[in-house]
């Protein structure tokens, strides 16, 4: 089993910054891609950012420029920098991530969530 526990959420004021956090620990043998998905009230959970294993990155649009996502392989961590924050970025994020096991079986796990609210 795979445990992700998700860090960096909070209350924010328009314009400012979070940093988001997940570390991944268990019966891990290698991952793939990790990433951070949303979802705001009423909404579909969509993609913010992903970064595969070998560098390779893609964003939300709307994130394109403020956001940006990097991992750390050696601590199986995953993190968010999230400037210019608008009302809009307002949502639980998830962190997401494909795992293959020792066992080489791969699975897909979630975060619990964390809330980000954009607020004056």
């Known amino acids: 089993q795979v445990r992700l526990v998700e860090s960096g959420g909070g209350l924010v004021q328009p314009g400012g910054s979070l940093r988001l956090s997940c570390a991944a620990s268990?019966?891990?043998?290698?991952?793939?891609?990790m990433g951070w998905y949303r979802q705001a009230p009423g909404k579909q959970r969509e993609l913010v950012a992903v970064?595969?294993?070998?560098?390779?990155?893609n964003y939300a649009d709307s994130v394109k420029g403020r956001f940006a996502i990097s991992r750390d392989s050696a601590k199986n961590t995953v993190h968010l920098q999230m400037n210019s924050l608008k009302p809009e970025d307002t949502a639980v994020y998830y962190c997401?991530?494909?795992?293959?096991?020792?066992?080489?079986?791969?699975?897909?796990?979630w975060g619990q969530g964390t809330q980000v609210t954009v607020s004056s």
């Open positions: 970064k595969s294993s070998g560098g390779n990155t």
């Open positions: 268990g019966s891990i043998f290698r991952i793939d891609t």
């Open positions: 997401n991530v494909d795992v293959t096991s020792w066992q080489f079986t791969v699975r897909n796990y």
